[in-house]
């Protein structure tokens, strides 16, 4: 009886614990998005890539794009400007070197952005992006 009683307490808290969900108290949750740019220490626009976690053909970042062009930015702090409008903060940072092709390795800043989201519909709420051909 006794193994009985302790075998059924541990299956009620495995349910318990599989049903909780992993919601704030207000019905948020956190989403994560990181987003990296390339050239800011050279002449000319930045080209900024975003990983809003999507896995499409084995490629997360993707372009940001704005009225059917791709989007262009002069600094990663107008990036950032942009994806707080659109209710993302910065997270953290980190550089990664970055293969560049014949030119060797380049640094690359890396920003961490979170958002608070009710269903992951808002997650890429006015963003469009895109896969670069």
């Not at 808290?13 to 108290?25: G, H, I, P």
């Not at 000319?44 to 062009?69: M, P, R, W």
């Not at 980190?94 to 920003?111: C, F, L, M, R, T």
Request: hydrophobic share 40%; net charge negative; aromatic share 10%.
């Amino acid at each position: 009886m006794r193994k009985f009683l302790v075998s059924m307490v541990i299956m009620l808290m495995a349910v318990s614990a599989n049903a909780q969900n992993y919601t704030n108290e207000d019905g948020t949750y956190d989403v994560y998005c990181d987003i990296m740019g390339y050239n800011f220490w050279g002449a000319g626009k930045i080209k900024v890539l975003i990983d809003l976690g999507a896995v499409s053909a084995g490629h997360t970042f993707e372009s940001i794009y704005e009225n059917g062009q791709k989007k262009k930015f002069n600094t990663m702090i107008e990036v950032l400007d942009y994806m707080a409008r659109r209710g993302w903060k910065v997270q953290s940072t980190y550089v990664a070197a970055e293969s560049q092709g014949i030119k060797g390795q380049q640094d690359v800043i890396h920003y961490l952005l979170i958002k608070k989201v009710k269903s992951d519909e808002e997650i890429r709420a006015g963003l469009d992006t895109k896969e670069d051909d």
